[in-house]
């Protein structure tokens, strides 16, 4: 087939409206048949690459008055409207055992970074971008997606659309794997007989209940997170720009994330029930745009770097299982405690309920989420911490 030499269309609106009708085609895809087990994500990550490589819109990587506003607007307000939901008092009804499971996760996480990176050194690929790479796995390993795309913000890895999307394309396999194996822990341990039997299976409760506060009128709903985010934004870009002013170099990001973690403890926030949507869609719009900046030519070639992405991530894997089960097994933590606390590291807080709902420990659920919460919030700091040890 031969391609024309400049792209379909070029100005500003067409080219939003297009990568709009693919976030919308790519979620509905992600909902149906194949689509649930690719993800949202990889899906509209491959729309965005075939829409610039078929010439309908221009490639992303050079930037332009339609790309430019997501990487610098959309991408760190969709940051700040997702951590909107992270409610640190809640954080006392995880209970103690989770908690710890948790922290011995993180730490694993944090040890197997090191030791992929002394193992599988990725400078004589990345260059300058390995050390960051580090950084941004250790904060989705932590967290989830949110901290590794802010770390990636941080530190403009978002512009290297190969290694973006190789890392995004690898994480979603190997996450995956993972958390078909935390599916298998608990009745792995049990079969060690340090455990005792299982603990009977406990039958749903009530959970957290809204305030019973009166909803919001729909267009406060969508305007007042919008409001907030425009601000956290305005405030983080002048305090950042001060700050270097100062010979402190501070990204801009980590004030949105501090900002947002503040402003989340507020009580009347939990009303804003669309901020998360609204910070979802914008990560989608995203990553059509980084699908946009794929050189399709230059993926094909990145065979090398996919291959050692993966060998990296199986090390953090085996690193974070090892001391999570490791201590786990010797502290006697409840194997299912175990399993969902790394699913929560690794896969997230909604991938920990799904485990939690599915061993039928419905007492686990709300603890299972509220420690997915806890990685959305430190993530980015472990991510922004780990890099200097790696560089």
């Known amino acids: 087939m031969i391609l024309p030499a400049s792209a379909l269309f070029t100005d500003t609106l067409s080219i939003v409206t297009i990568l709009m009708i693919a976030v919308v085609l790519s979620d509905w895809l992600a909902r149906r048949g194949i689509g649930r087990r690719i993800g949202a994500a990889v899906i509209v990550i491959a729309a965005g690459a ?48 989770m908690l710890g499971a948790f922290a011995l996760g993180a730490l694993g996480t944090c040890l197997g ?95 957290a209940t809204p305030s ?60 804003l029930t669309l901020a998360n949507t609204l910070g979802l869609w914008g990560v989608f719009l995203f990553l059509a745009v980084v699908g946009a900046s794929a050189d399709l030519a230059a993926l094909a070639a990145s065979r090398a770097l996919g291959a050692a992405m993966f060998a990296y991530i199986g090390i953090i894997f085996v690193v974070h299982g090892i001391v999570l089960i490791g201590i786990g097994f010797w502290l006697r933590i409840e194997p299912e405690i175990i399993a969902i606390a790394s699913n929560a590291n690794i896969g997230g807080s909604a991938s920990a309920f799904v485990l939690a709902e599915t061993q039928q420990r419905h007492d686990l659920v709300l603890p299972a989420i509220l420690i997915g919460s806890l990685g959305n919030a430190i993530g980015t700091y472990a991510g922004f911490a780990i890099v200097p040890l790696l560089g």
């Open 113 to 207: 970074v090191l030791a992929a990176a002394r193992l599988v050194p990725m400078a004589p690929m990345l260059g300058a971008t390995a050390a960051p790479l580090g950084g941004m796995l250790t904060g989705t390993y932590i967290g989830g997606s949110v901290n590794f795309n802010a770390v990636a913000l941080g530190y403009g890895v978002l512009r290297d659309s190969t290694t973006y999307t190789t890392a995004v394309v690898v994480d979603n396999v190997m996450t995956d794997v993972w958390i078909l194996i935390t599916l298998i822990i608990p009745a792995i341990l049990y079969r060690t007989g340090r455990f005792g039997t299982p603990r009977p299976r406990v039958l749903a409760h009530e959970l």
């Open 212 to 271: 019973g506060a009166a909803p919001l009128a729909p267009t406060l709903a969508l305007g007042i997170p919008l409001a907030l985010a425009g601000v956290a934004l305005t405030v983080s870009n002048a305090a950042a720009a001060a700050l270097a002013g100062q010979g402190i170099v501070v990204p801009s990001i980590l004030i949105v994330t501090t900002l947002a973690l503040l402003i989340a403890q507020v009580p009347a926030i939990e009303r």
């Open 50 to 97: 075939a829409l610039t490589n078929l010439r309908i819109i221009p490639p992303a990587g050079g930037g332009g008055p339609a790309y430019d506003p997501i990487f610098a607007v959309v991408v760190p307000g969709s940051i700040f409207l997702i951590l909107l939901e992270v409610n640190l008092k809640a954080l006392r009804r995880a209970g103690a055992p």
